[in-house]
């Protein structure tokens, strides 16, 4: 008898856990969503270590609107030719999740170009005004102690130049050149009115910033444009783009232009072109926590249990977003 009660018990258990894995399986793909920002892409709507409530249900039953936030599958992610794994891809575990602003929608005529030194974005035949752009210049930082990447950027130097048969008189430049790519630096924004421990949005290690000569950090100004030859050039019809701030866009009934609101630092439509509203998977909504830091949540409470605190953005919790 026991034993009966038991298998039954034991049954029942199952099945209850199985129907609530099921249920918020399905709660997350087609429900809500909560990502974490891993790019300065957004700036300064959205930080590196914010943490956002998103919809995944508006999407199903209508179509992203001009201006709003959306999260969306890695359009560039190469999915599984089986069908099967594909769906698992796309709605399970695959490409990454990005996020962008929804620039131009379908049937939209989106022109890029540079007006008085100053990229601007015109929606059929009509000038964006776009106050959500990031406002601040970017300082370029190392991501580690300066010594370590001067060390390896050596190291990669020397390599590349054996590789590429480089004369040793351009050493010097192979290694700033190295030293200062995306594998050991990256931009954040940055107020020049304040000083490096006084940011408002990240705390910044004055020892890991790049400065030039004079010993001033070097800074890339607010609504400068993408130098040519930044990306490939695509044409498509009378469409084109090459990762610059001109272009021109035809937008037909299934793609979405999408743009970053840090435009120095997005890797946008501007170089891999207009979205598919396929890989669409919801709408960013609500700010819930903000924090200086990429690691794991509870694994960075766990390593750094005091600092962990001081770096909360503690005026950028619960906050909607726009």
């Known amino acids: 008898m026991i034993k009966k ?4 018990a034991t049954a029942t258990n199952t099945r209850e856990i199985i129907t609530l894995l099921t249920i ?8 809500f969503g909560l990502y974490e920002v891993p790019t300065g892409s957004m700036e300064t709507t959205m930080l590196c270590g914010e943490r956002f409530f998103a919809d995944k249900l508006t999407p199903l039953f209508r179509s992203p609107i001009r201006g709003e936030i959306i999260s969306f599958n890695d359009p560039n992610y190469a999915y599984s030719k089986n069908p099967l794994v594909k769906i698992f891809q796309e709605y399970f575990w695959g490409p990454a999740n990005w996020t962008k602003r929804v620039i131009g929608v379908p049937g939209d005529v989106i022109r890029g170009t540079i007006e008085d030194g100053k990229p601007v974005v015109y929606v059929n035949g009509t000038k964006l005004d776009e ?11 190392y991501k580690e102690d300066p010594a370590q990447v001067l060390k390896k950027a050596e190291q990669q130097a020397v390599q590349a130049m054996i590789r590429e048969h480089i004369d040793s008189r351009y050493y010097p430049l192979i290694v700033e050149q190295v030293a200062s790519g995306s ?6 924004s940055y107020d020049p009115d304040k000083p490096f421990d006084k940011q408002p949005f990240y705390r910044l290690d004055e020892k890991r910033v790049i400065k030039d000569a004079e010993g001033k950090p070097v800074l890339t100004g607010p609504g400068t444009p993408l130098p040519k030859g930044y990306g490939e050039r695509h044409q498509k019809g009378n469409s084109y783009w090459d990762g610059t701030d001109e272009y021109y866009i035809e937008l037909d009934n299934h793609h979405y232009w999408v743009m970053g609101d840090n435009r120095l630092g997005s890797w946008d439509s501007r170089f891999w072109g207009p979205l598919d509203a396929h890989q669409i998977r919801g709408k960013i909504l609500f700010r819930i926590i903000s924090r200086d830091g990429t690691d794991w949540l509870l694994l960075d409470l766990v390593k750094h249990p005091i600092d962990f605190w001081a770096r909360m953005r503690w005026s950028r919790f619960f906050q909607c977003v726009r």
């Open 5 to 8: 009660f038991w298998a039954w």
């Open 24 to 31: 918020v399986l399905l709660i997350r793909t087609f429900g």
């Open 131 to 141: 106050p959500y752009i990031n406002k601040y210049p970017l300082v370029r930082m």
């Open 183 to 188: 594998e050991f630096a990256w931009t954040r």
